[in-house]
């Protein structure tokens, strides 16, 4: 008798499920501060915080005769803003509602919407935190100049989507295990504040320093997105094709690890997590 009506039509299906993910994209972003206005600006400052301990960093050290011949405060923000891309994509998706979450209980929500309105909603906040920022210090500061705009930011998309990936294997593994889990998630975050490639370029490497980064998906992102953004830089020693890759694979263990996940399910588990 109260039984809400849905459309049996594939289309009508599809547009459920894009409403159904857009509300919990919604809420998955004002879950970090009721106020969204707030929510962005502590964001920004995060970033902009980044940018100047690496910007000091930069220059006590003496290490600015490594970079990039041009603006130097784009190059420090061309990798923070693919790292913090990263990193929070993976953290919002480790921390997504699984099985045992409230939210599941209701008919139409499923694990694979809460991940994926965790994702948008990360990448959302991300790029309006990227665009404020570009733009303030375009305007305040001086005028920047990115090579090949598009291809910059599709690095940042591929940064996003690898961040999603590994993501999506921690959220698969965090109820067997929640406290390694955990641990080994915050080792990777620590370990990319130097393995990402932020501070140096691929090019100035030495062969046995460039294969201890290699492996590294958002080594090769931050890489190529400076061979966009700057017309001085060529990389060389890394590709769009390798993180694209790592990424379709750890996507894939992710979603069968969790469907595995899923089968055993237990209250209890929320409790532990």
């Not at 004002?30 to 220059?59: C, D, E, P, W």
């Not at 923070?80 to 891309?85: E, H, R, S």
């Not at 509602?97 to 499923?110: L, Q, V």
């Not at 990777?188 to 130097?194: D, K, L, T």
């Amino acid at each position: 008798m109260f039984k809400a009506e849905r459309s049996n039509s594939t289309l009508g299906s599809t547009f459920a499920l894009f409403e159904l993910i857009f509300h919990s994209t919604v809420r998955s972003i004002r879950k970090s501060h009721g106020n969204a206005i707030i929510g962005l600006l502590m964001n920004m400052m995060q970033t902009v915080i980044l940018v100047v301990t690496f910007y000091v960093m930069f220059n006590v050290l003496g290490m600015r005769g490594n970079t990039v011949r041009g603006d130097f405060l784009l190059y420090i923000m061309s990798g923070i803003f693919l790292f913090m891309t990263h990193s929070k994509a993976m953290g919002a998706v480790m921390s997504a509602e699984g099985p045992t979450s409230a939210m599941m209980k209701h008919a139409p929500m499923s694990t694979a919407v809460s991940i994926t309105s965790s994702a948008l909603g990360a990448l959302y906040i991300q790029v309006l935190s990227m665009v404020c920022v570009l733009y303030i210090y375009h305007v305040a500061f001086q005028p920047i100049e990115i090579e090949d705009p598009i291809g910059a930011f599709g690095m940042v998309l591929l940064s996003w989507f690898t961040g999603v990936a590994i993501g999506s294997v921690f959220m698969a593994a965090k109820p067997w295990a929640p406290g390694p889990i955990g641990i080994i998630s915050q080792v990777y975050s620590r370990a990319n504040m130097i393995a990402s490639g932020k501070m140096f370029l691929a090019n100035n490497l030495p062969h046995k320093m460039l294969v201890m980064f290699n492996w590294n998906p958002l080594f090769h992102t931050i890489d190529q997105a400076r061979g966009y953004t700057f017309i001085n830089y060529n990389p060389h020693y890394s590709t769009v094709s390798y993180p694209l890759y790592v990424g379709l694979a750890l996507l894939m263990i992710g979603m069968m690890g969790e469907f595995y996940t899923r089968q055993y399910a237990s209250i209890s588990w929320g409790a532990k997590g």
